[in-house]
Each structure stands twice: as structure tokens, then as C-alpha cells.
């Protein structure tokens, strides 16, 4: 289990909201902690991938369990 540092729920929203949001959550958090998101946007697992390649930011997982996906991301040093 992921331990993560801030939540952000995306939940009902569609892309591109969900990486918007993120990009702002982010920026709220310090270099090496963990963002969790919850999202039911099926773009989302390939949005977020493609998300962290472009800024550098590490994912660590992303999950999906009765369609709702959660998605961690530590923020690059």
C-alpha cells in the first residue's frame, strides 16, 4: 500500500480536467511527496502516464478497482 502525502479527486470530471487539476495540486506539495488521485475517466490511465514521461514526475502506481481508478505520483526533486 502507497502512503501518499495529498488526495485529489477528479472523480466525474473528464479530460483534460483531471491532469489540469493535478498540475496545480502539485504544486502545492514538495519535491518527493506523494499526490494520490481518484478518477473515473478511462483516459486517465493513459493520460497520467504520458503526464509524468513529459514533466518528470515518478509514477507509482495506478490502480483501478469498480471503476474508479487511484493513481500515485511523486512529485521530481
Keep these: 500500500m502507497i502512503k501518499s502525502t495529498a488526495e485529489l479527486d477528479c ?10 487539476k493535478t498540475v496545480e495540486k502539485l504544486k502545492e506539495l514538495q519535491p518527493g511527496e506523494i499526490l494520490e488521485i481518484l478518477a473515473d475517466d478511462e483516459g486517465i490511465k493513459n493520460d497520467m502516464p504520458a503526464f509524468c514521461q ?20 511523486r512529485k521530481k526533486k
Design 11 to 20: 472523480l466525474g470530471l473528464y479530460c483534460p480536467m483531471p491532469i489540469a
Design 54 to 73: 513529459t514533466t518528470g514526475n515518478e509514477l507509482l502506481a495506478i490502480e483501478k478497482e469498480n471503476g474508479k481508478y487511484r493513481i500515485f505520483i
